[in-house]
Nanobody
Framework: QVQLVESGGGLVQPGGSLRLSCAASANIFSFNNMNWYRQAPGKERELVATMRSYGYANYVDSVKGRFTISRNNAKNTVYLQMNNLKPEDTAVYYC????????WGQGTQVTVSS
């Protein structure tokens, strides 16, 4: 079973930046789509960004122009660069590979607060 491990979360002030990482225990990102989700307290889990296996990326409207998804196939790692963070970005962020069964990491907390 391939495992996903997120890291890079933390507390940041509004307008700040964070880079999340999702490391896989095997080379799966180069052959599969990969998603970043987030879940804020009391809210449904939300799809934030997707990177297709062929490299195309798309984003939820609320993060367009601020977040960038990328990957390093040699390191089996996918990143989410988050700039100009807002309090409404506060959530637990999860990486996901939509296989059968779907693969999920354990999540990393991002808190945006002054």
């Amino acid at each position: 079973q391939v495992q996903l491990v997120e890291s890079g979360g933390g507390l940041v002030q509004p307008g700040g930046s964070l880079r999340l990482s999702c490391a896989a225990s095997a080379n799966i990102f180069s052959f599969n789509n990969m998603n970043w989700y987030r879940q804020a307290p009391g809210k449904e889990r939300e799809l934030v960004a997707t990177m297709r296996s062929y490299g195309y990326a798309n984003y939820v409207d609320s993060v367009k122009g601020r977040f960038t998804i990328s990957r390093n196939n040699a390191k089996n790692t996918v990143y989410l660069q988050m700039n100009n963070l807002k309090p409404e970005d506060t959530a637990v962020y999860y990486c996901n590979v939509p296989l059968s069964p779907s693969l999920w990491g354990q999540g990393t907390q991002v808190t945006v607060s002054s």
